[in-house]
């Protein structure tokens, strides 16, 4: 089995059809959508994409998805903004879309081609907003890791591609569609089976901005000056992480 994971689109639809016209002459038997799909200009309109792929798709619920239900406290991160995005999210689906989407399953275990049992996840195994960058101390992977019998764990959520191991466990993040923090303003996310590739998808920037803007997203000019007409650095968003990891408790 081989299989495209898209990570972190966050209602980003140009970006997202950038790799989805690119995934179509590639041979996967699946994709997975690994967590926080729709959070963001265009949440209904990114639900209805990934709902007529015509590829199986495995949905896995990241803390954007859970914050439509019950749990909305404790699964937005950040500050006011964060609140109002969220708000701006719920508005556009039904009570009944919302509990679904809140729902879905919070990882998935597929046998992949020369991976094997591999573990796909928003966060980490444990739950959908533990930080891990390429920066995470190996004893906190190793704790995060406790249980886990996979050989591979494929999660998110901090939106920049890497590839480690520890105690012989390959740990992947694919990136993120729609809000990368990698430097360069593009798609990223990753292809499993039999091997990994990591994959860099181009889109076209002028538009993603002009629907951005004309999409009513609280957030969107702002995230149109900060990440699409600059990219923010790895380097040092890498280190942020940390350091919120470590102001809460997790370092």
Not at 179 to 194: Q, T
Not at 227 to 232: E, G, K, M, S, V
Request: charged share 25%.
């Amino acid at each position: 089995m081989r299989v495209a994971a898209l990570y972190d689109i966050h209602g980003m639809l140009e970006p997202l059809e950038a790799v989805v016209r690119e995934l179509e002459a590639e041979q996967v038997d699946a994709i997975v959508i690994g967590g926080d799909a729709i959070s963001g200009p265009h949440p209904l309109e990114t639900n209805a994409r990934l709902r007529e792929l015509e590829l199986p798709v495995h949905w896995i619920r990241g803390n954007g998805e859970r914050a439509l239900g019950p749990d909305a406290g404790d699964a937005v991160m950040g500050d006011e903004s964060a609140r109002k995005s969220l708000a701006f999210t719920a508005s556009q689906f039904t009570e009944e879309q919302r509990g679904e989407l809140s729902s879905l399953p919070e990882c998935v275990t597929l046998d992949l081609d020369g991976l094997g049992e591999t573990l796909f996840c928003h966060a980490s195994p444990r739950n959908d907003l533990d930080i891990v960058t390429v920066l995470t101390p190996e004893e906190r992977l190793r704790m995060l890791l406790g249980g886990v019998s996979q050989g591979v764990v494929v999660a998110g959520h901090t939106h920049m591609q890497f590839d480690r191991v520890v105690d012989g466990i390959r740990w992947i993040n694919p990136g993120s569609v729609g809000m990368p923090y990698e430097g360069s303003v593009a798609a990223f996310w990753g292809i499993f089976g039999p091997g990994v590739e990591l994959r860099r998808t181009e889109f076209d920037v002028d538009r993603a901005a002009e629907a951005l803007l004309a999409s009513g997203w609280p957030e969107a000019e702002r995230f149109v000056a900060e990440n699409l007409r600059a990219a923010p650095a790895r380097d040092d968003t890498a280190a942020l992480f940390e350091q919120i990891a470590a102001d809460r408790g997790e370092r």
